[in-house]
């Protein structure tokens, strides 16, 4: 029974890891630049400081006056091998898969002046199932208030953080792809991925002088009939009461090929686990956090990236605790996260990333593992080459490839380093090593 909840959970955390791949060439003819003015390494979804306006401006900006095609395709796929054999997906072997990853359209660009986004529908061919994927649609204005340009948009999209311009915030964080074969800790914050898709939003942002951001935003759940109609199983994520707000300030400075970002942000929500409804209590949660960015872009030749997140959650699991699966009515996780990059004339690159989870112990909610908490931590490293990011790639500048090799390092998993699931399996044992093969047309 504990193998196959630690199965069951880790693959739920690592199909919203999948779902942040993200390039979209449409974007690029209708723009009439490379993907590498708008993505670090020329692929997505790394933004450049061009690429966050592009997309603060409500993916409105065109050259010229033709029609551009807005559709867009991407494919994933990939080897893993694991350190042990893991327990094996259905169709797949314990160790050694090659897997088409995932495969997603897009309807993405501009419609007027004011008005873009890009909607995503992607076929997940680990779980070999469709589902709708990101969603951000906008609409903006620039203005002129007290003498400073502000530009006012409104987003309705469906996952906390995918309309950010940062790649800060989880929705669009490193390693920007991974493989549902490869076990990965079973928990997360709710701002790291737990609404993904099963949610709607609308948020109104004001972007003061290129240099102050702010954010204010409301999501909700919608039906259980819409979200299996999209492909989203309502009790895997659980469904809000009421609206949940979402908070997001943030500072951005440039120093010619220098930008800065600090930031804040925050999620406040009311949660019935499991989509559960029938006590008359809810699990509330509240996620506050800090981020920082840092970019070197003005070398043709070498770019810098650094990334940084930290998370503080607190869960009061009142609805949790009366159905029997939460032991403390009080419980508290804190995530912190930070990567770095380095692209060589942005087609060779290497990335590393660390990660750290901490939080109370709880005998319900971490019953599969032997400590009863959640702690885990490790590194990702990465190394890649973006042959077509540049001017001259092929269909006239709409197809882009990226290749690369993935380590993932567990030095904690799941509540501990060695034995941590009380029959013998060690953190050491999910360290994975992945190539995979990333195409965008």
Known sequence: MRICLRLVLSAAIMVLGISRANAIPAFAMQTGVPCVSCHIGGFGPQLTPFGRQFKLDGYTMRAGTGFTAPVSAMAIASYLHTATGQPPAPGFSANDNVALDQASLFLAGRVSDNFGGFSQWTYDGIGRAYAWDNLDLRAVSHQTIAGSDVLLGLSLNNSPGVQDSWNTLAAWSYPYTSSGLALAPATGTLMDGALAQSVLGVSGYAYWNSSIYTEFGLYWSPSHGFLRAVGV?????GVLDGVAPYVRVAYQKDYGAQNFEVGAFGLFADLHPGADTTVAATDHYTDLGLDASYQFTGDPVNSFTVNARYTHENQNL????????????????????????????????????????????????????????????????????????GTGAPLGGRFNMRIGAQYFIYTRFNGASSNFDGIGHNASDNNAFRLFTWFAL
């Open 233 to 237: 199983d309502p009790a895997a994520s």
């Open 318 to 389: 009142a609805a949790s605790s009366l159905l029997g699966t939460a032991a403390s009515p009080q419980n508290q996780l804190d995530d912190l996260r930070i990567d770095a990059s380095y692209y060589w004339r942005n087609m060779v690159g290497g990335s590393v990333g660390a990660f750290d989870t901490l939080g109370s112990a709880d005998a319900l909610v971490y019953g599969a593992n032997r400590t009863f908490k959640p702690d885990s931590s490790g590194f990702v490293l990465q190394a890649d080459y973006t042959p077509f990011g």
